[in-house]
């Protein structure tokens, strides 16, 4: 089914229609908005052990899991690209960080024309060309993963304060659809004093803080019921690293709010990399042949999931249907 033809799914109409009533700036994007909070070595302990009241209360509206699993190696370029790129490393070639040997190992199973392993960004991008998205990351490491051409801004700041900052700025300008904002320094104190250290909590408690920047943002703008917000992580950790095969090192938070989403502990497996294909069904794109993660259909209501598979979001909703069919022109 072709990028013009496809339904629109329920979530999609849900998504968008609230947004028609708050101010926006000229030109803004009229389906759904998501934004991706990336917490760099966030651990399953960090979540349960840190005082994070930001992500608790996001958590009480979300569907969500502390037992979403990464891949192997436990690395953070692995990962990250796994959960934008919608397969595992055995699909995309990312291997390890590219310190002690190259990034990419082996070719990829399929590539965009820039040579990189289609990313949810790029999909989105080809889909919609019109659609606004943004990548704001504090570690620099991050923009080696993706299709150059796929973000409208893609900046790396220094610190998660900067980069939080510089994301609000800009979603506040531009209302995009897609929005990945990657946090540090959760990582960079595991690093320095352990994964299990009152350093490490104090990252976490200030990640919190950022992740409720981000939350203040979208109440101040009543954009909150209308956006879908995932926090996830790439791994954990022991002692003052990982790369290993522990689960304290494998697996990581996986929360999602936004309208239509079930609240509550999300009873299936996630893997990291169905992160991706759950974006994909939320803008109702086709993934590319060479993705192997699935949408995580257990955190929508089953009433939306059954009104996406029967076509019958399109006839309620025909405003957003204009807008994004001129969105894809």
Not at 78 to 91: D, E, K, R
Not at 215 to 238: K, N, P, Q
Request: glycine residues 8%; charged residues 20%; contains cysteine.
């Amino acid at each position: 089914m072709g990028p013009k033809t496809k339904l629109l799914p329920l979530v999609m109409a849900l998504a968008c229609c609230p947004i028609a009533l708050v101010a926006e700036p000229p030109s803004a994007w009229h389906g759904p908005r998501v934004i991706i909070i990336g917490v760099d070595g966030l651990s399953v302990d960090g979540v349960a052990t840190a005082r994070m009241p930001r992500l608790r209360e996001l958590m009480a509206r979300s569907a969500w899991t502390l037992e979403a699993r990464g891949v192997l190696p436990t690395l953070s370029s692995p990962n990250w690209a796994s959960a934008i790129n919608g397969a595992s490393p055995a699909q995309h070639g990312i291997t390890s960080n590219g310190h002690l040997r190259r990034m990419v190992e082996f070719q990829p199973a399929c590539r965009t024309e820039d040579g990189k392993f289609p990313t949810i960004f790029g999909v989105l991008r080809a889909d919609y060309p019109a659609s606004k998205i943004a990548v704001f990351h504090d570690w620099g490491g991050f923009s080696d993963l993706l299709e150059k051409h796929a973000p409208d801004v893609m900046r790396h700041e220094r610190g998660p304060a900067k980069t939080t900052a510089a994301a609000i700025a800009w979603w506040r300008e531009n209302r995009p659809a897609l929005t990945f904002i990657h946090l540090d320094n959760v990582d960079h104190e595991g690093h320095a004093h352990g994964w299990y250290s009152q350093e490490y909590y104090r990252a976490a408690e200030a990640a919190d803080g950022y992740i409720g920047q981000v939350l203040d943002m979208l109440d101040a703008l009543s954009a909150r019921e209308s956006t879908f917000i995932l926090v996830t992580s790439d791994h954990g950790g022991t002692a003052h690293g990982h790369g290993k095969n522990s689960l304290a090192e494998i697996q990581i938070p996986w929360i999602l709010s936004g309208p239509g989403i079930a609240p509550g502990r999300i009873a299936a497996l996630v893997n990291t990399f169905d992160t991706a294909l759950t974006v994909a069904w939320i803008f109702g794109l086709d993934p590319p042949q060479c993705w192997i993660g699935r949408p995580v259909l257990t955190a929508f209501r089953p009433s939306l999931v059954a009104a996406h598979s029967s076509g019958a979001a399109r006839a309620p909703f025909p405003d957003c249907e204009v807008h994004l069919a001129a969105a894809k022109d």
